[in-house]
C-alpha cells in the first residue's frame, strides 16, 4: 500500500476514537452492576470514632420487638414512690407515737390500781409491785400496797447506798418482811429511765408478761409513766402507777420529761439510754 494511503487511514482511526472513546480508556467510568455488587469497605467507615479492622464487617444486632405495654416497677415512677414513701413515713409516727395510745392509771386506792384484773396466783401472770427508793417513803407506801397483794413481786430499785438506808428504815419501823422469797432488790440505774430500763431487761427473761404497778411520788409520777409507756410498749405488760407517801412535793420541769421521753424511744430503739459514762450506778 503506498505511503499516502497508509497515513491517510491512520488518521481516519485517530479521528474515529476522538469521537467516539472506548469504555477502556475512561480511568473514571464504573459499570453500575459492579459497583452494585461490591460491598462497601469497612475500613473507610465515615465515623470519626471507628477502629478500621481488616476482614470484619460490623452487623447491627437487632433487639427483641415486645408486643403489648411495657411493665413499669413501681419504684421508678414517682408517683408511686411518693405514696410508698409517705406510707413509710405514716407507719413509722404511728410507730413513734403507739406507746402514747395508752393511758396507764395512777391511783392511790389500791383495789383501784387495776380494775378487772386477777391476782397473780390465780391467773398464772405475774404482778409487779416496783418502787423507786430515792425517797424512803415510795419503800414504805409499796411494801403497804404489796401486804394487800397475795402472790405480787415486790421491787425495791436503787443503788447499794439506797438498798442498805431501806432496809435499816423498815427494820427500825418492824416492817421489813420476815419472808423475803418475793422481794427482789435490783441495783443498776443512775436515774428514772436507767431504773425501769433495767427492770425492763429483768422481766424480758419471765415466761410470759403481767401487770407492772410502779410506785412512786405525785410530783415524780407523769414522768415516770411516760417513760413506762415508751419502754413497755409492745411488751404486753400493764403498766400503772401508784401514789406514795412523801414531803418532797417540788415539782418538775418539763423540759426533763421531754428530754427523758427522746432518750426512752432512743432506748427503744438501739438499747442505748443516751448515757455516755456508762456506769450502772450500782
Not at 480508556?25 to 452492576?33: E, G, I, L, S, V
Not at 420541769?253 to 430503739?269: G, I, M, N
Amino acid at each position: 500500500m503506498p505511503r499516502q494511503d497508509r497515513l491517510g487511514q491512520g488518521e481516519g482511526t485517530e479521528r474515529s476514537e476522538r469521537e467516539h472513546p472506548r469504555a477502556s480508556d475512561q480511568p473514571h467510568a464504573r459499570r453500575p452492576a459492579q459497583q452494585a455488587q461490591q460491598p462497601p469497605d469497612p475500613r473507610h467507615d465515615p465515623r470519626p470514632d471507628h477502629t478500621p479492622e481488616r476482614g470484619r464487617v460490623r452487623v447491627r444486632r437487632r433487639l427483641p420487638v415486645r408486643l403489648g405495654p411495657v411493665p413499669r416497677r413501681p419504684w421508678n415512677d414517682a408517683r408511686c414512690r411518693a405514696v410508698l414513701l409517705g406510707l413509710a413515713g405514716i407507719a413509722g409516727v404511728a410507730w413513734f407515737f403507739a406507746p402514747l395510745l395508752d393511758s396507764p392509771r395512777s391511783g392511790r386506792d389500791p383495789a383501784a390500781v387495776a380494775p378487772g384484773s386477777t391476782q397473780p396466783g390465780t391467773s398464772g401472770s405475774p404482778w409487779v409491785i416496783t418502787a423507786l427508793i430515792d425517797d424512803p417513803w415510795r419503800s414504805h407506801s409499796a411494801l403497804m400496797l404489796w401486804r394487800q397483794r397475795p402472790g405480787a413481786i415486790l421491787v425495791f430499785q436503787g443503788n447499794g447506798e439506797y438498798q442498805a438506808i431501806t432496809r435499816r428504815n423498815l427494820e427500825d419501823r418492824g416492817l421489813w418482811p420476815e419472808d423475803t422469797s418475793r422481794l427482789l432488790r435490783l441495783l443498776p440505774g443512775c436515774d428514772t429511765l436507767g431504773q425501769i430500763t433495767a427492770l425492763a431487761r429483768r422481766l424480758e427473761s419471765w415466761p410470759r408478761a403481767g401487770h407492772l404497778t410502779i410506785v412512786t411520788a405525785e410530783t415524780h409520777m407523769a414522768r415516770t409513766l411516760a417513760i413506762a409507756r415508751i419502754v413497755y410498749a409492745g411488751t404486753g405488760w400493764q403498766v400503772d402507777g401508784y401514789v406514795s407517801d412523801t414531803d418532797d412535793l417540788r415539782p418538775e420541769s418539763p423540759l426533763r420529761l421531754w428530754r427523758d421521753q427522746v432518750r426512752s424511744t432512743l432506748w427503744r430503739l438501739t438499747g442505748w439510754d443516751g448515757r455516755l459514762d456508762g456506769n450502772d450506778c450500782r
